[in-house]
């Protein structure tokens, strides 16, 4: 029997001491896409960031390549939450050049100018990120996967300020991923589209504490 690449086991995570969610079960390989969903405050932030090893898992485990490893983790995925990463008095290419050199990544000029056209950014490459519109900045940091192109991405509500041509790019940036033998985690609503492609559904539910009398 083939042991999936990534698993996530019998995970919770708790917020002020309070369990957020039931136990959550995942077994994801290459060219596969899970969607977690949940109400507002289910934990599906919280959930996201603990299997990216932002934070640590109240109970249950991450193997990847049957391995608690972090730092083998770390190498081959990549996380994009609300807070977008980009480093606002640097110019675009600055911020790619920043993110492949604390990722010890070997890129050139006409790589960053190729991502940047890319992600609908042609011409912006010295433009400062702070200057950028929402959905800008939000097209700049998902720009950050097609450059560090690792196996696996971990996606917070990634269609958040794009507009209808850029929720219809990353839905296509994100469908290529997998053809090409990635894996997508992410959090979205009222994306059916992605919804359809998905392979693993995860909708949280809330944990059921017991008490003893």
């Known amino acids: 029997m083939t042991t999936a690449l990534l698993q996530i086991n019998d995970a919770q995570c708790q917020r002020a001491g309070d369990l957020l969610f039931a136990p959550v ?14 109400p507002n405050g289910s934990g599906k932030t919280t959930l996201l960031e603990a299997v ?10 991450r ?3 049957q391995s608690a490893d972090i730092n083998l983790w770390l190498q081959h995925s990549h ?9 606002g008095n640097l110019s675009c290419q600055e911020n790619l050049e920043f993110v492949a050199h604390i990722n010890e990544t070997t890129v050139n000029q ?15 490459q010295h433009q400062y990120a702070s200057d950028l519109s929402a959905g800008q900045k939000k097209r700049l940091a998902l720009s950050r996967l097609l450059l560090l192109n ?13 507009d209808h041509a850029g929720c219809d790019w990353l ?33 949280l ?8 009398a």
């Open 110 to 124: 006409q790589q960053i100018a190729s991502v940047l056209n890319s992600a609908g950014l042609a011409g912006y």
């Open 150 to 162: 690792k196996t696996f991405w971990l996606l917070d509500e990634p269609f958040v300020n794009l």
């Open 52 to 61: 990216a090893g932002l934070s640590t898992l109240s109970s249950g485990q």
């Open 205 to 212: 539910v809330a944990a059921i504490e017991e008490h003893s």
């Open 79 to 87: 996380y994009l939450g609300h807070k977008l990463g980009n480093k």
């Open 63 to 65: 193997l990847y390549q």
């Open 171 to 203: 839905y296509q940036v994100i469908a290529a991923h997998i053809t090409r033998g990635g894996v997508v985690i992410l959090t979205a609503h009222d994306q059916k589209k992605i919804h359809q492609l998905a392979h693993h559904h995860i909708t």
């Open 25 to 38: 079960n995942l077994a994801i390989d290459k060219s596969e896409l899970a969607v977690i969903a949940g």
